[in-house]
């Protein structure tokens, strides 16, 4: 499937990957409605940081993805559904697991339901590589158990079975893209990398983190992005769910060090209890295997970690955008 003039919706545009991928397909020439959340302040999150003569090509929409009526009205003339709105912070699900269900489950519901009834011909639903949970064998692939150790991915492995029994039960063609640790510019605040090179770039002489000894495969946004693109493209990737990593590991702290070196050496760290998940929360190895997506598309990743990093910090070392973060608060 080629997506020049194809008219595609994302869901969730005004966030991080969502206005990333925003960008890159009015690149690919397609036809772009950014479906973004309504608010009083008529803000469009990240896109609105945006040129705008890339904004000129874009149409937005302000809704809520739990309002059924406004997401088939959005859905409706679209050929493709790109589904990335969530609620996606794990500590801020043990305060509100209603409302990650209301957003992750019954919103994905809402968009299965519009694509079905309106024809779309492919429909991605975004994924988290937290819902297999700590790694019971590495690399992790698609066929690993999944394990619900927060609401949030709880919630996400339902959203991820709602889209699966869509496909099987009534043919709509719907691919689950199932990132692994994305970062990059326009993070969330709540992300660890934004967490320490914010601390770090404020000229804190300390930095607050949680638990150090976690491990994660983190994946640069522009690779994140260009494998939602290629599974779009594929005709091969139609009721498959596919990772997004890059499949290489690093633990919290090593990735605080690298950081710590780069920016503010001699920096120490403090473990902030109030940011220590509970002991069988908290997922202590992810490391993914893209053999999958490489099988599939035409993807491969471009970005290792420390270029991904390097591009992260020189975003982050603008006033202007490091000023949209609050290095003295711990952002839940």
């Not at 491990?215 to 596919?242: H, M, P, W």
């Not at 993914?288 to 992260?312: F, H, M, V």
């Amino acid at each position: 499937m080629q997506l020049t003039n194809k008219r595609v919706l994302i869901t969730g545009a005004d966030g991080f990957i969502g206005s990333h991928l925003a960008e890159q397909l009015v690149q690919e020439c397609a036809k772009v409605q950014a479906f973004v959340y309504y608010n009083s302040f008529n803000s469009w999150g990240w896109l609105d940081t945006l040129p705008q003569r890339m904004l000129k090509d874009i149409t937005v929409f302000a809704g809520d993805v739990r309002d059924a009526s406004g997401v088939e009205l959005a859905v409706k003339g679209c050929d493709i559904v790109f589904h990335l709105a969530a609620l996606i912070g794990v500590p801020f699900s043990y305060q509100c697991p209603d409302a990650y269900l209301e957003t992750n489950v019954k919103g994905t519901l809402n968009v299965l339901q519009a694509s079905r009834r309106l024809g779309i011909e492919k429909v991605l639903v975004t994924s988290t590589s937290e819902v297999y949970g700590t790694a019971r064998y590495v690399p992790i692939d698609e066929n690993h158990p999944f394990q619900a150790q927060s609401p949030y991915s709880a919630t996400k492995i339902a959203a991820d079975r709602l889209a699966e029994s869509f496909y099987r039960s009534f043919g709509l063609p719907v691919v689950i893209a199932r990132p692994f640790n994305t970062y990059g510019p326009r993070q969330s605040a709540r992300a660890v990398i934004p967490t320490i090179v914010v601390q770090l770039l404020s000229g804190a002489t300390e930095i607050k983190l949680g638990s150090l000894t976690p491990i994660r495969d983190f994946t640069y946004v522009k690779d994140t992005v260009n494998g939602f693109v290629e599974l779009a493209k594929s005709d091969q990737s139609i009721g498959q769910e596919v990772n997004i990593a890059a499949g290489q590991e690093v633990s919290i702290g090593q990735l605080a060090k690298e950081l710590i070196d780069q920016l503010s050496p001699g920096t120490t760290i403090i473990c902030d209890e109030v940011r220590v998940r509970p002991r069988e929360s908290e997922v202590e190895r992810l490391l993914g295997s893209n053999a999958k997506i490489k099988s599939l598309t035409n993807w491969t990743p471009q970005y290792d970690l420390p270029r991904g990093l390097a591009e992260t910090i020189a975003w982050f070392r603008d006033p202007m955008n490091r000023s949209r973060y609050k290095d003295y608060v711990y952002n839940v």
